[in-house]
C-alpha cells in the first residue's frame, strides 16, 4: 500500500473555477483532484483528496492525518489567516506539511500577507496556480522518501 498523503482545501475552494478566475484561474476543484491522484500514482503516494467548508471539520482531518496520513498538502484559504486552532492541529499531528496557495498571497490585500500556517509548515508554495499542489506532491514525496532527490539540488 502506497503512503497516504492528504490533501486538504478549506472554504472557497469549492468555486475553484468559477470563483474570480482572474485570480485563481479556470481549472476546477475536480481537475486539480484528478491530476494529483495521476501525479501521486506515478510517485508512488496514494492521495486522499478532500473540501471542507467549515473550520472545525479542517481540524478534525489534520487530526485523522496523525495516525492515518505521511503528509498532508494543505491550502486552508482565508482559514489560513485567521485560525490559531488550524495552526495547533497541525503543531500535534506530527506530519510534514506544505502549505499551498493557487493566488500570490502577497501580492493581494495586506490581511492575506500572514499565514498561521506557514509557521508549522516544512515549506510553502504560492502564486503558482493549480500547479502549486503538484510541486507539493513532489516535495512531499522526497521528504517521504519515495523520489530520489536530483544529484543537482540538495534540500
Ligand atoms: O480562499 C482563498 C484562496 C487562497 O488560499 C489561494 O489558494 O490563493 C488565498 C486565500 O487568501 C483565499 O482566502
Not at 500514482?41 to 496520513?69: C, K, M, P, Y
Amino acid at each position: 500500500m502506497n503512503p497516504v498523503v492528504f490533501i486538504l482545501n478549506g472554504p472557497n475552494l469549492n468555486l475553484l473555477g468559477v470563483r474570480e478566475p482572474s485570480v485563481y484561474g479556470s481549472a476546477t476543484l475536480s481537475d486539480v483532484e484528478a491530476r494529483t491522484r495521476t501525479v501521486g500514482e506515478s510517485l508512488g503516494l496514494a492521495v486522499d483528496f478532500r473540501q471542507t467548508n467549515h473550520e472545525g471539520v479542517l481540524v478534525d482531518w489534520i487530526q485523522e492525518a496523525r495516525t492515518a496520513a505521511k503528509g498532508i498538502i494543505l491550502n486552508a484559504g482565508g482559514l489560513s489567516h485567521t485560525s490559531v486552532s488550524i495552526q495547533d492541529a497541525i503543531r500535534s499531528a506530527g506530519v510534514r506539511t506544505i502549505e499551498v496557495h493557487v493566488s500570490n498571497i502577497h501580492a493581494r490585500e495586506s490581511f492575506r500577507h500572514h499565514s498561521y500556517v506557514s509557521a508549522v509548515a516544512d515549506g510553502v508554495i504560492v502564486g503558482l496556480g493549480v500547479e502549486g499542489y503538484e510541486f507539493a506532491l513532489h516535495a512531499l514525496a522526497r521528504r517521504i522518501g519515495r523520489e530520489a532527490p536530483s544529484d543537482t539540488i540538495a534540500i
